[in-house]
């Protein structure tokens, strides 16, 4: 079900991404295209039974340091584990990295959103006003991962 992207899964993530954010937020397909294989880029995907994409993570890691850039998943499967089973496979990928800590915004709106980052041990960090525009603020989220016996752990 999850996998790394390959670059003919674009365009069922550009699908996912006008279903999942409003125009003034969305990535660009370019930008959707330099994450998929960049250097120290991770970009999973889930696939449902039928084969069709139905969510899609991004992250990085630098240093120490990994960022969860986005979590999209088809309005049609949300709150059926797509999300979390995502969130494993980029927090276990940003452990197996190297990373100590994961950053992440998301809308200070997205409830739904902030209660499964934080069923991950996410714990607030700051606030961004009017991050994503106009009244539209983000929350900044953190969680430390480290390697311990059997694997990486929150």
């Known amino acids: 079900m999850i996998s790394e992207a390959k670059p003919g899964d674009l365009a069922d993530i550009m699908e996912l991404e006008r279903e999942g954010f409003p125009a003034r937020e969305r990535w660009s397909e370019q930008a959707w295209g330099e994450e998929i294989g960049g250097e120290g880029r991770c ?52 452990c197996e990295a190297g990373a100590e800590r994961v950053l992440l915004e998301v809308r200070a709106d997205n409830e739904d959103a902030i209660a499964l980052y934080k069923s991950f041990g996410f714990e607030t960090l700051s606030f961004r006003a009017d991050y994503y525009g106009p009244g539209s603020d983000a929350i900044v989220l953190a969680v430390s991962v480290a390697i311990k016996p059997g694997g990486c752990q929150q």
């Open 43 to 94: 970009v999973l995907v889930h696939r449902g039974d039928d084969g069709r994409l139905i969510g899609v993570v991004v992250g990085s890691v630098q240093g120490d340091t990994a960022e969860i850039f986005r979590v999209v998943v088809a309005q049609d499967h949300r709150r059926l584990g797509v999300g979390r089973s995502l969130m494993v496979g980029v927090l276990d990928w940003a």
